[in-house]
């Protein structure tokens, strides 16, 4: 079994909410992590494992959250292919922070785990 497989079946393992905590916490990792150079491969992974994770989730949820999750999936694509160009410029890195955490606060609301706190 690959790399992929076995992460796929380890997420598919959580209950919808801690999935889309995880999700939640790639984003804000993305948003720590982009700034710093010693980081940008990890960056670059978050970003991949982020699309599969909304990949795996989507179609669980309520379908207005179903869109939202495909519209970030399609900007955490476009940050991916812009990602040379977004790392070297200090300006374009700070938006895309400041837009990874806004998502990352937007996918643990809809979670629900604040609630369940």
Do not use: Y
């Not at 209950?15 to 700034?35: C, E, K, Q, V």
């Not at 990949?55 to 959250?65: F, I, L, R």
């Not at 939202?68 to 374009?92: G, H, M, P, Y």
């Amino acid at each position: 079994m690959n790399d992929l497989a076995k992460t796929r079946e380890r997420f598919l393992r959580d209950d919808l909410p801690t999935r889309l905590g995880n999700l939640a916490a790639n984003l804000a990792r993305i948003g720590s992590f982009i700034n710093n150079p010693v980081h940008h491969q990890v960056v670059n992974d978050l970003l991949t494992e982020s699309k599969f994770f909304i990949e795996w989730t989507a179609a669980e949820t309520e379908t207005e959250v179903a869109a939202e999750l495909v519209e970030l999936q399609v900007q955490l694509a476009c940050w991916q292919l812009r990602l040379a160009n977004i790392l070297d410029d200090s300006t374009q890195q700070a938006r895309i922070a400041e837009q990874a955490r806004r998502w990352s606060n937007r996918v643990l609301h809809v979670s629900g785990l604040m609630q369940a706190a």
